[in-house]
């Protein structure tokens, strides 16, 4: 089971970096990374996805070192709009036993 | 997602009623899931389907049962409901492959209230 463990909460301002790291120490050769965030009354929305090393796309940067037991998630100059909730997802084969997390919720402050 | 829309959004109901929710989508994705969720303790994956005639137990289904009529369409039903089962509940669709690399899309969400 690629149980994730991640900060309940973090604050931060606008323009600033937040990085927001997962622990992941049981995941599986075959599991990808992924984070999503979740705004209230809304459902959880793609943001990015890796396996190793760094991925970057237009909103965020993941960063895996090589053990891949943990990952970050990196969001450059957050604006209040970036205030929700930050799951990181392990998945896998075993779907049965699928595990989001609690997730983090980040606080952007002006 | 507007592709992946849940009815009904908001639900309030008595203990032993029957519920059904909805779910339909037009991304065209073989694969749909339905998750509940509480505070502080996440999503957790209730059924999942890979296609019409899939239909596969998630880590919490006792309680509920589902139904897929159609490609695009997969509801959850709840046969007796009971208090417990008061939570947020979202239905989310993948692309076939192995769900490691597949992002989900989600649903707005149906709360349910379950008196």
């Known amino acids: 089971l690629a149980k994730t463990t991640q900060p309940i909460s973090m604050d931060s301002y606008e323009g600033q970096e937040v990085n927001i790291t997962c622990s992941h120490n049981?995941?599986?050769?075959?599991?990808?990374i992924t984070w999503y965030q979740q705004f209230p009354s809304q459902g959880p929305r793609f943001i990015i996805q890796g396996y190793k090393t760094k991925v970057t796309n237009e909103v965020a940067s993941l960063f895996i070192p090589a053990d891949r037991k943990s990952s970050t998630l990196s969001l450059p100059r957050v604006s209040l709009s970036d205030t929700a909730v930050y799951y990181c997802l392990v998945g896998g084969f075993n779907f049965n036993k699928f595990y989001f997390g609690s997730g983090t919720k980040l606080n952007v402050k002006p | 997602d507007a592709d992946v829309t849940q009815t009904p959004r908001n639900r309030i109901t008595k203990t032993g009623k029957r519920i059904m929710l909805e779910c339909s989508q037009t991304?065209?994705?073989?694969?749909m899931y339905w998750y509940r969720q509480d505070p502080g303790l996440g999503l957790r994956l209730i059924y999942y389907s890979f296609d019409v005639k899939d239909i596969n137990k998630g880590e919490i289904s006792d309680g509920y049962s589902v139904s897929r009529q159609a490609q695009a369409k997969f509801s959850l039903s709840l046969e007796s409901a009971i208090p417990n089962q008061t939570a947020l509940y979202f239905c989310?669709?993948?692309?076939?492959?192995?769900?490691?690399?597949?992002?989900?899309?989600f649903g707005d969400g149906t709360r349910l209230s379950i008196l």
């Open positions: 989310a669709t993948s692309e076939t492959g192995d769900l490691s690399n597949q992002p989900q899309h």
């Open positions: 991304k065209g994705h073989d694969r």
């Open positions: 049981n995941i599986a050769t075959n599991d990808y």
